[in-house]
């Protein structure tokens, strides 16, 4: 679960500040091109960053606390508490939903514009786009090569629409924004992922306005097309016509001059990638590290802490493969094996001896199982009977971290009970 609320929290921060950068120091550069990959290097930083993980510790441990085991006389009529959901299911279960529910959309939008497609007359197909006339289309719009306009349409106000559409076309903005719209799947939590998409579309409009002027159209006549056209929804995924409309955009048509972007914006614009990923990538080594101690999980009051040698510890969710029993990486697969394993022994049965017995044990990187320990044990005939099963179960699948195999370490209570 740690994990997860990490990789939260930094994917928030890559976008807060891939941001606030773009407004305070990239939104000054004229330059359309360079502020459209920076804020598509901006969302893609907040996706994948906060999933690289780079090591700069060895050896690693995880320790990991199993659901108990329940002896209850001769019979293992157990429970497995692990049969219900755990709060780390529960969040990702939270968090899954509006991705699928996000993903559905986006191939809604898709057979829109496939339904879309389909009422709608071809009248123009070369190597550069298709065109599709729909009486009944509300907007314009274009999506990958074909640009969709309605036949209402004509003469000079059509010829600037398809220039303004052509320029979407051939700058492939549609790539943007379906890569975009994944990514706003993936980080639907993320507030400046939606605040970042909104610049890019703004850019997309910036461009495309930009083209369509330098075509040969006239300011006044481009200005009034846009405000009266300013009506109707096109798909999400698309670039629309009228998406956008703001003072500022036509702002930008006094002024279409473009610069390049110089050695300072490239020198920025790395400066940004390399803290972001000094941030989000070598934290992750450092963060779990509790100096050497292995901290247990149990209530201080009956578990006593233990120093471990040399090594260093990180929460169970950050291994990256977990330990397989049997095939499985839920430890209830193991649970149900001890429970089948083991036995109430004849003479805690007969001084009506009952308890909680807590076993730690180590799975090392070639799968055995060793370093079992009794933390807290309940006597002698009980406490040898945990040790017994666990110290015999069979080779385990051993996990690994950043792609190194590690040794795990498991501590599982078993509880004897009398009926």
Request: hydrophobic share 40%.
């Amino acid at each position: 679960m740690e994990s997860v609320i990490n990789n939260t929290i930094e994917s928030v921060i890559c976008g807060l500040f891939g941001y606030f950068i773009y407004e305070i120091v990239i939104s000054r550069y004229s330059n359309y091109a360079y502020r459209r990959l920076f804020l598509l290097t901006a969302a893609t930083i907040s996706l994948v960053f906060p999933l690289i993980k780079i090591s700069v510790s060895d050896p690693v441990i995880s320790e990991f606390l199993i659901d108990p085991v329940y002896v209850v006389n001769k019979r293992n009529t157990g429970q497995v508490n692990g049969a219900g959901l755990s709060g780390y299911t529960i969040i990702m279960m939270i968090y899954t939903l509006p991705v699928l529910i996000n993903l559905l959309l986006i191939l809604l939008d898709y057979r829109k514009i496939y339904k879309i497609r389909k009422k709608s007359e071809i009248v123009k197909r070369d190597g550069l786009c298709k065109i599709y006339v729909n009486p009944y289309l509300q907007s314009p719009f274009s999506f990958g090569n074909s640009l969709y306009i309605s036949s209402l349409y004509c003469g000079q106000e059509r010829d600037m629409i398809i220039s303004h559409e052509l320029s979407h076309i051939v700058k492939n903005h549609s790539v943007d924004i379906v890569v975009f719209n994944i990514i706003k799947s993936f980080l639907w939590f993320n507030p400046f992922i939606y605040l970042i998409k909104d610049k890019l579309c703004e850019i997309h409009e910036f461009q495309a306005d930009r083209d369509v002027l330098i075509n040969g159209a006239n300011l006044e006549a481009y200005r009034q097309l846009l405000l009266y056209s300013n009506f109707g929804v096109a798909p999400d995924i698309s670039n629309s016509f009228h998406k956008l409309l703001t003072f500022k955009r036509f702002n930008k048509m006094e002024n279409l001059k473009q610069s390049k972007a110089g050695t300072g914006a490239v020198v920025l614009f790395s400066a940004v990638i390399i803290l972001l990923f000094s941030i989000t990538a070598f934290s992750k080594a450092t963060d779990p590290v509790f100096n050497n101690e292995l901290i247990s999980p149990f209530n201080e009051e009956f578990i006593p802490q233990e120093k471990s040698d040399t090594v260093k510890k990180v929460s169970y969710e950050k291994v990256d493969i977990k330990p397989k029993f049997q095939g499985t990486d839920s430890p209830i697969a193991f649970v149900k094996w001890v429970m089948a394993n083991i036995s109430y022994p004849e003479k805690a049965k007969k001084d009506t001896i009952q308890g909680k017995v807590f076993v730690q044990f180590l799975i090392d990187e070639n799968g055995k199982v060793g370093n079992v320990k009794i933390v807290k044990g309940v006597n002698k005939e009980l406490d040898s009977e945990a040790h017994r099963v666990i110290s015999s179960s069979p080779d385990w699948e051993p996990g690994s971290y950043q792609g190194k195999k590690v040794k795990v370490l498991y501590n599982l209570p078993i509880i004897f009970k009398l009926q």
